[in-house]
C-alpha cells in the first residue's frame, strides 16, 4: 500500500513535469510564431514543419555550448542561482489542483501532488523565491550588467509581491479557506472573476511584473542591460533561467486560472485539460502584451506599483470583507 | 483666533475643495485616456496579427533586385568585344579600401590595357567609386550580391573572372572613339568634337 502511494506519486510528479516542461518548450516557439504574426513577420519556420522541432534544436544547442563562468565570479553562487529560480517556479506545481479525485479500482487517486490546507502560503513563498535566484546570481556574476538587472529585479519583484499577494486575500475571503482545492471548489457556481475584476486586473498586472515580462521587463531590459541579470550566463544554465521564466508564465497562468476562472470546472472536458486550456490564456495575453506595450520607466514601475495597485488592493479587501459581513451577517 | 493661518477665509477653503475637485476629475480623466491608450493599442497589434506576413522567405522567394543595385564587380567590353579597361589606375586609386589592383600595359598599336587586374572582394565594400571613376565605362557594378564563400582566398577575382562579354550598363559606347589612341582622322572629325576654330576671326 505504502509502495502503490509513491509509486502513483511519483507517477503524477513525472506527468506534471513533463507536460509543464513541454509546454515550457512549446510556449517559447508559440511566444516567437505569436510575436512574429503580431509584427507581421512569420517567425521561426526553418526547422521542421512550419518550425514544430524548433524548441528541440534549441535545446541541442543549448546543451553543447560552453558553460562559461566569469573569472572573478562567485563560483558557488553563480552555478547555483538558475537552480533555484527554475526549481522555485516547479515546486508551486505541487499545489495546483488539477481535476476531481480519480477512482482506479477502489482507489482514490486525487489529482494534486500535495493537497496543502495552507497552499496560498506555499504559492507565495515560493513566487518569492525567485527573487533571491536572480538577485544572487546577479550578485554572483561580479559584472555591473548583472547587478543593476539584479537590483532593479530585486526591487521590482518586491514592490509587486505585496500586490501580488493583496489581491488574492479577497479570494481567499469568498471562499473561506487557503486551500487551493477548496477555492476552486469554491467557484463551482461562477468564476471568481465575476466577482471580483479587481482583484483579478491586479493579479494579472503583478504577475506580469512577477514573470518579468514586457511592460515590467526591466531586470533583463535587453536594450539598456544587454540581458539583464543573466548576462553572464550561457549554455544550460542560461536555459535554465530561460525555461524557468516561462514555467513561470504557465505557473502564474495556472494560478489565474485556479483563483479566477474556476480552476477545471467547465463542460464536455475533464478537469485537467480545462485547467491547461485556462491556464494557456495568461501566457498568451503575455505575449500580446509584449507585442504591445513599451517598457516602463524605474520610477514609473515604482510608482504604478506602490501608488496605485497596493492602495486599490487594499480597498478590494476592504469592500470585499464589508460586503462579505453585511452578507452573512 | 489663534488658527487663523491653518483654517484660512472662506473664500480660500472654497478655492482649495475647488483645486481638489479639479486635481480628482483630472485624475480621472488620466485614468480614462490611459484605459483608452491601452484599448487602442492591443486593438492595433490583434488587427496586425490577422495581416499577411511581409517576410520574404529569401533562398525561395528572391526578389529583383534594381539595375543600379551594387554588389559583383565586372568588366566591360566595347562594342566590338574589345576589353575596355585601359588600365588607368583610377579605380584603384579612388577605392577606400584598396582592393583593386592592376598592372598597366600597352599594345602595338598604342591601346592601352591590363596585363593582370585583380579585385579582392573580401574587401570589396561596394561603395561605387570605381564606377563612378572609370572613364571607360569599363568597371561596373551589378546586382548579383551572392558571392559568399567559405574561403578568403577564394573572393579574389582575377581578370578573367571579372571580364564579361557585355557591354554592360552602355551597350554603344567606345571610348576609342573619342580619345585614348593617336589621332587617326583631321582636326574636328572625332565624335563629339566641334570644328577647330579660326583664331583669327576672333579677332576684334
Known amino acids: ?329 | 483666533m489663534a488658527d487663523d493661518k491653518s483654517v484660512g477665509t472662506e473664500a480660500e477653503i472654497k478655492a482649495e475643495i475647488k483645486e481638489e475637485k479639479g486635481r480628482i476629475g483630472s485624475g480621472l480623466k488620466q485614468g480614462i485616456e490611459a484605459v483608452k491608450g491601452l484599448y487602442d493599442s492591443y486593438a492595433v497589434t490583434a488587427k496586425h496579427l490577422f495581416r499577411k506576413p511581409i517576410t520574404e522567405q529569401y533562398p525561395e522567394e528572391k526578389r529583383k533586385l534594381p539595375a543600379r543595385s551594387r554588389a559583383r564587380i565586372i568588366l566591360t567590353r566595347d562594342p566590338d568585344g574589345q576589353e575596355r579597361c585601359v588600365a588607368c589606375y583610377l579605380c584603384s586609386g579612388v577605392c577606400p579600401v584598396s582592393c583593386i589592383s592592376m598592372q598597366s600595359a600597352e599594345r602595338e598599336d598604342g591601346r592601352r590595357y591590363a596585363r593582370w587586374f585583380r579585385i579582392n572582394f573580401s574587401r570589396c565594400i561596394f561603395c561605387g567609386l570605381c564606377e563612378e571613376a572609370c572613364p571607360t565605362l569599363a568597371i561596373q557594378l551589378t546586382p548579383d550580391f551572392e558571392i559568399c564563400r567559405r574561403d578568403l582566398l577564394e573572393l579574389v577575382y582575377e581578370k578573367e573572372d571579372l571580364l564579361t562579354d557585355s557591354g554592360g550598363k552602355n551597350e554603344t559606347y567606345d571610348f576609342y572613339r573619342h580619345a585614348g589612341v593617336s589621332v587617326k582622322g583631321d582636326k574636328g572629325e572625332h565624335i563629339g568634337e566641334r570644328p577647330p576654330v579660326n583664331v583669327k576671326t576672333n579677332l576684334p
Not at chain 1, 30 to 37: A, F, M, N, Q, T
Open chain 1, 1 to 329: 500500500m505504502w509502495l502503490f502511494g509513491l509509486l502513483v506519486l511519483l507517477i503524477k510528479i513525472a506527468a506534471i513535469l513533463a507536460v509543464v516542461f513541454g509546454t515550457a518548450a512549446y510556449l517559447i516557439l508559440l511566444e516567437r510564431k505569436l510575436l512574429g504574426r503580431l509584427q507581421i513577420r512569420l517567425g521561426p519556420n526553418r526547422v521542421g514543419f512550419g518550425g514544430i522541432l524548433q524548441p528541440i534544436a534549441d535545446g541541442m544547442k543549448v546543451l553543447l555550448k560552453e558553460d562559461l563562468i566569469p573569472a572573478h565570479a562567485d563560483r558557488t553562487i553563480f552555478k547555483f542561482a538558475p537552480a533555484v529560480v527554475a526549481s522555485g517556479a516547479l515546486l508551486i506545481l505541487a499545489v495546483i489542483p488539477l481535476g476531481r479525485p480519480l477512482t482506479v479500482r477502489g482507489h482514490e487517486i486525487p489529482l494534486i501532488i500535495t493537497d496543502l490546507n495552507v497552499g496560498l502560503l506555499y504559492v507565495f513563498a515560493l513566487s518569492s523565491m525567485s527573487v533571491y535566484g536572480m538577485a544572487l546570481g546577479a550578485w554572483a556574476s561580479n559584472s555591473k550588467y548583472s547587478l543593476i538587472g539584479g537590483i532593479r529585479g530585486a526591487a521590482q519583484m518586491i514592490s509587486y509581491e505585496l500586490s501580488l499577494g493583496l489581491s488574492l486575500v479577497p479570494v481567499a475571503l469568498m471562499a473561506g479557506s487557503l486551500n487551493l482545492t477548496e477555492i476552486v471548489e469554491a467557484q463551482a457556481d461562477y468564476p471568481f472573476i465575476l466577482a471580483q475584476p479587481v482583484a483579478f486586473l491586479i493579479f494579472l498586472i503583478s504577475a506580469m511584473a512577477e514573470a518579468k515580462r514586457l511592460p515590467f521587463d526591466l531586470p533583463e531590459a535587453e536594450n539598456e542591460l544587454i540581458g539583464g541579470f543573466h548576462t553572464e550566463y550561457s549554455g544550460m544554465r542560461f536555459a535554465l533561467f530561460f525555461v524557468g521564466e516561462y514555467v513561470n508564465m504557465v505557473v502564474l497562468g495556472a494560478l489565474v486560472a485556479v483563483f479566477f476562472l474556476g480552476g477545471w470546472h467547465g463542460p464536455w472536458l475533464p478537469g485537467p485539460v480545462w485547467l491547461f486550456l485556462k491556464a494557456m490564456i495568461v501566457p498568451i495575453f503575455m505575449i500580446w502584451t509584449r507585442a504591445t506595450l513599451p517598457r516602463l520607466r524605474y520610477d514609473q514601475l515604482m510608482q504604478f506599483g506602490w501608488k496605485i495597485l497596493l492602495p486599490v488592493a487594499l480597498l478590494n479587501i476592504l469592500i470585499t470583507g464589508g460586503i462579505l459581513v453585511w452578507i452573512n451577517g
